[in-house]
């Protein structure tokens, strides 16, 4: 009898625990959301940047705060201001680690010039893995508990003329996975992706940008570089047949020719597409029914969601989504 009266202990302890996490899980996703089988972040601290507005101050002062160690990985990196914050982060005792991309496009030499500073510093430099296409990714982690995920590469260009988002977080699942994806690359190693709100290429951007598209029930703004994909554009197309709202803002087609391409693709199926003059658009923004939004370094080419190493968080915080709809508006109302 004692046993028996154990076993339904435990079968009721169970039942309680796996509700109570069912319940939570439908709290962190929203009681009437439809996009709940796409993850969602946690309820920790979220805050975006965006620039040119702030310029360099979030990436300044994330340095500035760092006591143990810094790990960067960036595509470009040549702002003198920020290479200096990062070689004083070395002088005050900082472990300071970076990721750079030995050959970024056009064969810029400006990493080699920037490694060179930083090694002579005490930092620690290495080039990115071969293995991709390129390392197009812009993140930053700050003694282990803070992380920022960027569309911006460290130039001056970022901080003055471009628009860029970028986004600090604290959530210890998402800071751990990003430090996890830079010890892989460090030891250039295998990396398996297990946080669901981190988007990583090339392990699962394709998969979940087409999941965002076709999740979407009432609207979807985009704000890219470039969308030359055929596959995202396909997604589109038929997002839009079904009735879905498509503003889509597009850099400059005299800097980038081929996304005059894309509103002839889209013409036809009642999206709408704009281009974007000032300021330069580099950034790569999805927002899905004001309920999902994605912040990263992907831009919509195969290249860049199959082949090079990318990554870019799924924010669902309403205050951050206020605001970067709200920039997204103005340049909206800009562009033509």
Not at 7 to 21: C, E, P, R, Y
Not at 298 to 310: G, P
Not at 324 to 329: A, R, S, V
């Amino acid at each position: 009898m004692k046993k028996d009266a154990s076993f339904w202990k435990l079968l009721i302890l169970a039942l309680i625990v796996g509700l109570g996490s069912s319940l939570l899980f439908r709290v962190i996703e929203g009681r009437d959301s439809h996009l709940k089988e796409l993850p969602l972040t946690s309820l920790y601290p979220v805050k975006v940047f965006i620039e040119p507005t702030e310029g360099r101050t979030p990436v300044i002062e994330a340095i500035r705060s760092a006591k143990e160690s810094i790990e960067l990985m960036c595509y470009l990196f040549s702002d003198g201001i920020v290479i200096e914050e990062l070689t004083e982060a070395c002088r005050r005792g900082v472990r300071v680690r970076t990721i750079l991309e030995r050959k970024p496009y056009g064969d810029s030499p400006v990493n080699y010039q920037t490694k060179r500073v930083l090694e002579s510093a005490g930092a620690h430099v290495k080039w990115a893995n071969p293995e991709f296409a390129l390392t197009h990714a812009k993140t930053m982690i700050v003694d282990g508990n803070k992380a920022l995920i960027m569309s911006l590469n460290l130039c001056k260009s970022a901080f003055k003329k471009n628009r860029e988002h970028g986004v600090i977080v604290e959530d210890p699942k998402i800071v751990a996975e990003i430090r996890r994806i830079f010890e892989a690359d460090w030891r250039r190693q295998m990396y398996e992706p297990r946080e669901p709100n981190l988007v990583v290429s090339p392990e699962n951007s394709r998969r979940k940008t087409l999941m965002l598209i076709t999740k979407a029930k009432n609207r979807i703004w985009l704000q890219q570089l470039i969308l030359e994909d055929e596959k995202i554009k396909e997604a589109l197309l038929e997002a839009a047949k079904r009735g879905i709202e498509l503003k889509i803002l597009l850099a400059n087609p005299t800097r980038i020719e081929r996304n005059l391409g894309v509103r002839e693709y889209l013409k036809e199926s009642g999206a709408e597409v704009r281009f974007m003059y000032r300021p330069h658009l580099h950034t790569k923004f999805i927002d899905v029914d004001g309920q999902v939004c994605f912040i990263g370094s992907q831009n919509l080419s195969s290249q860049s969601l199959d082949l090079n190493r990318e990554i870019g968080i799924l924010l669902t915080d309403k205050d951050s989504i206020s605001r970067l709809e709200e920039t997204f508006l103005i340049d909206w109302k800009r562009a033509r």
